[in-house]
């Protein structure tokens, strides 16, 4: 059985706000469960809005993050849909293959 909607509606605007204040700092989810003291899964859960994370784990991302805890779960505008793959490294240049001019 699905959550109901509340619920849902909460899970989205903690995994809105996580990965938008996580992203203003030009962290990875590694970088995130670091300062959090969280392991890197439940940062993953968090920003999946599969379910509301626990309480505790509300205050140890809010105390990461530099903001309260309110914030994380105030209504939240809706991102852009994310990009499937993983982010390319922070410090590696893209390399791009130029075609020689005749």
């Known amino acids: 059985m699905p959550p109901p909607a509340d619920e849902r509606e909460l899970a989205r605007r903690v995994s809105v706000h996580v990965r938008m204040l996580?992203?203003?700092?030009?962290?990875?989810?590694?970088?995130?469960?670091?300062?959090?003291?969280?392991?890197?899964?439940?940062?993953?859960?968090?920003?999946?809005?599969?379910?509301?994370?626990?309480?505790?784990?509300?205050?140890?991302?809010?105390?990461?993050?530099?903001?309260?805890?309110?914030?994380?779960?105030?209504?939240?505008?809706?991102?852009?849909p994310r990009k499937a793959g993983r982010p390319p490294k922070a410090g590696r240049a893209r390399q791009v293959s130029r075609a020689k001019k005749p």
């Open 22 to 80: 996580r992203s203003a700092r030009q962290w990875s989810q590694e970088d995130l469960a670091q300062h959090c003291d969280l392991s890197h899964r439940v940062i993953q859960y968090a920003e999946s809005a599969v379910g509301v994370p626990t309480l505790a784990t509300l205050c140890r991302l809010a105390r990461g993050l530099g903001v309260d805890v309110r914030a994380l779960l105030a209504p939240a505008r809706r991102l852009a």
